[in-house]
């Protein structure tokens, strides 16, 4: 049964449209603030983010504040009926607070402090940034913290993680320590400092400098995160104390960011929200919207599938990619779309005007430099505002996903600080492989939940796990009742082989999965480029039959129960298993020891979700979508709207079997083919019968 989430905010009662409002740019000039509030009317748009580069406009002067423009700004906003996202403005730091403290501005690994300037810089332990920061914070509170059109609180900006080795941060993170391991031996335990000498004899000596130290540079970045939860909640305190049930949020940036571990900066935040900026237009957009797509599960993830905020998207152009593309026409449309599809009950912008001067004067914006509401992306993003309220039956209504991938930081650091296999992509090839795996129940229009190794894998059928490299003992638990439930788990090379600390655990891959899985992986080679040892699928091997290329990794398995599903093909593994299968409890474990090309990949794990009968949002009897075209299904309560769109720039046709409904875009009622323009879409609602 789909849950109805009910309103996100006590003041929501849309879908917010509008964005990051930056007004600080041009007090010097009011006309143009007269003149945004006409635009913003004009192009549908009724909430904005105001504040988050504010701070020296707020305070321009050690103590002396001024809010005078912010209550101008805010009754002009609310005098036309827009909800505000207010800011606090900690994520760019003024000139004068820089100078009188320097302790609020980064160290860095080296020793040499970082210059006054830029944004997103601040050091996260700094005692007298938390308690400035919490003051700003109070005050805003204060001012604003019952006003009727404040909607969210917006902490900070894209907290990036970035380290920080001045003595706070040392002390804090042997604090964290501490609190951890109890004492130095535990920790050189942990740590396997023996080796190369390093064992700790004082916890003065313990300074995260040492990149090579592969355990300790685990535990600093798990300790950044922890830093940067503990200044996030400095400034949510005062928040939270002063205007009870207004959610608070820090806008994040997406699951391949690696710098903070998001599942736990999620439990912090009330409500989850990112910032997307896709690479349309760059040649394969089906791969971007796929990409995208995952994206806004990670994000609808980690608040357990909860509804989510897209803070902040591009109306055209980025100004930061090495080429910097316009969205075509019609593609904003689409792009917006799909986060709402995914679960998102916001479109909202980077930024509402171009600045004329400055690092983003020629990102894309709403209103451009021209200044009126004749551009093709004003008229665009006014043509969305005037079609979003068509889609408020959506508010409140969720993605219920049956299958899940494991997506976790912990587990990518490891993956990332481990030395051997791939060392010159690592990163990439964690990101590809993931998608590689999404990609299959994506383009099948079947929904996927995010989990992480504190996640419960309860109501799940399927779990996707290409890269499960640290498992600790409670993880093994859950995955070993989730199998023994019933459910069907995929894994790949180097599962379960390190635990917490990121020590090999001993008694052979994977570990606390042996017996799960059924097999003892001994050995893994890592292949070069184009090397590929190939892979003969056995009888029983789901959705597989002949032969199919592989690449990148051979794992030589051994048979502790497992049935072989197939082979590799040549070189000296030939005829040893590069698939195996095996029943455990009521469910299958299945082990890749290799990275098979796409199509192998896409037929074994379509065979699985068949076999499942995972729902798809549009039934098509297990296959694939038209290439490009997107599925997904939001619900509540009987209630459910489809979401079909086309993201690419040619017209496609769907075949809709029984699926019918009224396409609350064109209100018009729809069955059997739907045709769908050059980045078309459409939004099927119904309701199921009791
Ligand atoms: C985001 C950031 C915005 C703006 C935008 C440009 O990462 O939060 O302030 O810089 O990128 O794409």
Redesign the pocket.
């Known amino acids: 049964m789909f849950p109805d989430h009910g309103p996100w905010s006590p003041r929501v009662d849309a879908i917010l449209h509008g964005g990051?409002y930056n007004p600080e740019q041009w007090l010097h000039e009011p006309k143009v603030l007269e003149e945004d509030l006409r635009l913003m009317r004009l192009a549908g748009c009724n909430a904005f983010s105001v504040n988050?580069f504010g701070w020296a406009a707020c305070e321009p002067a050690e103590g002396r504040f001024d809010f005078g423009w912010l209550d101008r700004v805010i009754e002009g906003l609310h005098g036309i009926g827009a909800k505000i996202i207010l800011a606090t403005p900690s994520a760019s730091k003024p000139a004068w607070l820089d100078a009188a403290h320097p302790s609020a501005r980064r160290l860095r690994r080296d020793g040499r402090r970082l210059d006054h300037g830029g944004r997103h810089n601040h050091c996260p332990s700094d005692p007298w940034f938390r308690a400035k920061t919490r003051d700003v914070a109070r005050r805003l509170a204060e001012r604003y913290g019952r006003h009727p059109a404040l909607v969210c609180w917006h902490v900070n900006?894209?907290l990036n993680g970035g380290e920080c080795h001045c003595p706070h941060c040392y002390e804090g993170f042997r604090a964290w320590l501490k609190a951890r391991y109890g004492g130095l031996e535990a920790l050189n335990t942990a740590w396997w400092n023996r080796f190369w000498s390093h064992d700790y004899t004082d916890w003065a000596q313990v300074e995260p400098r040492d990149p090579e130290n592969l355990a300790q540079e685990l535990d600093w970045r798990r300790y950044l995160t922890h830093a940067n939860l503990e200044q996030f909640r400095h400034e949510a305190e005062p928040l939270r104390a002063l205007s009870p049930g207004i959610p608070v949020t820090t806008?994040l940036?997406g699951p391949f960011f690696g710098g903070l571990d998001y599942w736990k900066l999620a439990e912090a935040c009330d409500i989850a929200s990112w910032?997307s900026?896709p690479a349309w237009a760059r040649g394969d957009d089906a791969a971007t919207a796929m990409r995208a797509a995952f994206c806004h599960d990670a994000t609808r993830s980690l608040k357990r599938g909860k509804p989510w905020l897209l803070m902040?998207s591009?109306p055209s152009n980025?100004?930061?990619a090495d080429v910097c593309k316009l969205k075509e026409p019609g593609q904003h449309r689409s792009a917006s779309l799909q986060a709402l599809a995914r679960g998102s009950e916001s479109v909202l912008y980077?930024q509402w005007r171009k600045g004329q001067g400055g690092y983003?004067q020629h990102?894309g914006a709403v209103v451009d430099h021209e200044g009126s509401e004749r551009t093709r992306v004003f008229k665009e993003v006014a043509a969305l505002g005037a079609e979003l309220p068509r889609l408020k039956p959506v508010l409140g209504s969720g993605v219920l996903a049956q299958a899940a991938l494991f997506w976790d930081w912990e587990n990518r650091w490891a993956l990332e600080l481990a030395k051997g296999m791939r060392n010159h992509d690592r990163g990439p090839e964690l990101e590809a492989e993931a998608l590689a795996y999404y990609r299959a129940l994506w383009r099948r229009g079947i929904a996927v939940d995010l989990v992480g190794l504190g996640s419960s894998l309860a109501g799940y059928k399927l779990l996707l796990a290409p890269w499960l490299y640290m498992v600790t003992p409670a993880f093994a638990q859950e995955l070993r009742a989730f199998v023994r439930g019933g459910g069907v788990l995929v894994t790949g090379v180097l599962a379960g082989c390190v635990d917490a600390s990121g020590l090999c655990h001993r008694g052979g891959r994977p570990g606390l999965l042996r017996d799960v899985f059924g097999i003892w992986a001994e050995e893994l080679d890592t292949l070069d480029a184009g090397v590929d040892p190939g892979l003969q699928a056995l009888a029983g091997a789901p959705g597989l039959k002949g032969a199919y290329r592989v690449g990148a990794y051979a794992e030589v398995l051994h048979l502790e129960g497992a049935q072989a599903l197939a082979r590799f093909r040549r070189g000296w593994m030939k005829g040893k298993p590069a698939l195996t299968g095996h029943r455990f409890g009521q469910g299958s474990a299945y082990y890749l020891a290799t990275r098979p090309e796409a199509p192998c990949l896409e037929a074994f794990l379509g065979a699985l979700a068949k076999g499942l009968a995972l729902p798809q949002a549009l039934p098509t009897a297990g296959r694939s979508l038209p290439e490009g075209v997107e599925a997904s299904l939001r619900g509540k309560g009987p209630e459910r709207f489809l979401f079909l769109i086309n993201h690419l720039s040619r017209p496609r046709s769907l075949g809709l079997g029984q699926v019918q409904g009224l396409d609350l875009l064109s209100g018009k009622a729809v069955k059997a083919r739907l045709s769908l323009a050059p980045y078309g879409a459409a939004v099927l609602h119904w309701r199921e019968k009791a």
Request: proline share 0%.
């Open positions: 990051d988050i900006n894209e806008n940036m910032d900026y902040e591009t980025v100004n930061w980077f983003e990102h």
